[in-house]
């Protein structure tokens, strides 16, 4: 027996006519009536009585026709699950992530992007902020985090797309790039999205309350510093400070990691610039001190190339994103 002989089973008992089963499926009285007949030869069992109102099951008969309609419902389940993978997004997505998960929502963000696309694969690259806008510039990532604004450059402003969060807008903005970030036109390439704005503090070891408290940045500078690479947030920001003062932060060690950095402030080495949430933190919990006359604002960002935007790989981290910072 098949499929088809099952669907005319159930047809016939829903209908109670043989005439009216064939008409629902577009088929013969006739061919209807021998799919029924091989259908009892089959089993070996009476499935139906005659009557002058039509066809009537017997008892055997409404004992498997709920096994016949699980059956069809199997079915229709297959054929629907195999439709929707036709349709259902598929690829590689690689995400440029930086800081730590928490602060980006990288979990969350994660687990709702598997259950809109389960399709996709996920494959993620830790950096520094702007080696994940230069890899995705490159094309070797799809979608990143980047602290800052990709700016737009004059002539280009086609090419850019800036999606302030609700939440956001009407907040003042601040440019946080370094003059080398708009020495040509390739940031208005992107298309941004601004997740959360934050504050960076200047963090120094613990017993340094007099070198720091009450000082400017042309005070501060002179002082030792953690320094960090040029694709670092952290660089653009304090070259947008000590640049226009005309003065050159003392860096007595270079360090591309904000874990490492954190530690090397805790040690006694020098200063460095922290997010505020893990300054007060630390300040509490381990008497670090916080410069209390300086700060820099800065915004966590979420990019693409904007020719991809609507790449359907990329489209789903952009409705995901949506759906975990809305």
């Known amino acids: 027996m098949d499929i088809q002989t099952l669907r005319i089973f159930a047809a016939v008992a829903r209908e109670g006519n043989l005439s009216r089963a ?15 007949k091989g259908l009892q030869a089959a089993t070996g069992l009476t499935l139906f009585t005659r009557s002058a109102q039509g066809m009537n099951l017997t008892r055997d008969g409404a004992a498997l026709l709920p096994l016949a309609e699980k059956v069809l ?14 349709t259902q997004v598929r690829g590689r ?9 928490e602060f980006t929502r990288l979990g969350a963000f994660l687990k709702v992007l598997v259950e809109m696309a ?6 993620l690259r830790q950096a520094m902020s702007g080696e994940v806008l230069a890899q995705i510039e490159r094309g070797e990532l799809d979608v990143g985090f980047y602290l800052g604004i990709p700016e737009q450059v004059p002539g280009h402003a086609a090419d850019f797309e800036s999606n302030r969060s609700p939440a956001l807008s009407g907040r003042g903005q601040i440019a946080i790039n370094s ?21 960076y503090r200047v963090l120094a070891p613990a017993g340094w309350g007099p070198q720091v408290r009450g000082k400017g940045w042309k005070a501060l500078a002179a002082l030792p510093w953690i320094a960090t690479p040029p694709a670092s947030a952290h660089h653009r920001l304090l070259a947008s400070v000590f640049g226009p003062l005309g003065v050159e932060p003392h860096r007595v060690a270079l ?33 670090l001190v916080i410069a209390d006359q300086v700060s820099l604002q800065s915004v966590l960002c979420f990019v693409s190339l904007g020719a991809q935007r609507q790449a359907p790989v990329v489209a789903s981290a952009w409705q995901a994103l949506e759906a975990v910072w809305s």
């Open 179 to 199: 003059g080398a970030d708009r020495q040509d036109g390739r940031l208005s390439l992107f298309t941004v999205r601004e997740l959360t704005h934050f504050t």
């Open 22 to 36: 064939a008409d629902k499926l577009a088929l013969t009285q006739p061919a209807v009536s021998l799919q029924i």
């Open 73 to 86: 419902a199997a079915q229709g389940d297959f054929k629907n699950a195999a439709a929707s993978l036709h």
């Open 255 to 287: 360090v591309d990691q904000e874990a490492s950095m954190l530690d090397l402030v805790k040690s006694g080495v020098g200063l460095s610039l922290v997010r505020d949430s893990i300054a007060m933190r630390e300040s509490h919990a381990a008497g």
């Open 118 to 123: 389960p399709q996709v694969e996920t494959e």
């Open 93 to 101: 997505l690689r995400i440029g992530t930086i800081l730590d998960p």
